[in-house]
């Protein structure tokens, strides 16, 4: 509808120029030739003007991803780190926990993995909820099927690694153990 109004108000236009303009004239190939030029060639600098806007919101796009997501190979190298850790942790007794020449060495690990937590959080990356959730195959990896009478079959029942996202994108997946029907 605005494109009519538009080409009525370009044709009233022109009808107004070409008062007194004898009538031969108008009536020109020559004219009418130079008129379709003039118009492929507005179409062809609108169409420019659209494209250019596409590139620049496509670069624009582009940049911010870099952004976001710049961290993504050097996230996944620390991933092992925090596996370790989570390890070295899980490896140590409770009764060597409460040992006296252990506690500050059990304090210094759990003191590195809730700082590595916190720069994860700082930096768009948070951990994949995996235990007691059905398999989501966008966000865990079976590694192992376990008969189980308790869970329902295709239930995370164990988590062998955990899984990270960096933001709205997996970085790793969570392997998991899920839960089928007993034999």
Not at 133 to 162: C, W, Y
């Amino acid at each position: 509808m605005t494109e009519q109004k538009t080409q009525s108000t370009e044709d009233a236009a022109i009808a107004e120029e070409l008062k007194g303009v004898p009538e031969d004239m108008i009536d020109n190939p020559e004219l009418a030739k130079l008129r379709e030029e003039l118009e492929t060639a507005k179409q062809d600098v609108l169409y420019a003007r659209a494209e250019t806007q596409n590139v620049r919101r496509r670069l624009e796009k582009d940049v911010a991803d870099t952004r976001a997501y710049a961290a993504t190979g050097f996230a996944r190298d620390i991933l092992s780190v925090a596996d370790n850790l989570t390890r070295a942790l899980s490896a140590i007794p409770a009764d060597l926990r409460e040992d006296e020449k252990l506690k500050g060495i059990v304090a210094g690990i759990e003191a590195t993995g809730r700082e590595i937590d916190k720069v994860f959080t700082n930096h768009g990356i948070t951990r994949i909820a995996a235990m007691g959730l059905p398999l989501d195959p966008n966000q865990h990896q079976a590694m192992i099927e376990v008969p189980s009478a308790d869970a329902e079959a295709g239930t995370v029942v164990q988590e062998l690694q955990a899984g990270y996202m960096i933001k709205d994108r997996l970085l790793r997946p969570a392997m998991v153990a899920v839960a089928k029907k007993p034999d």
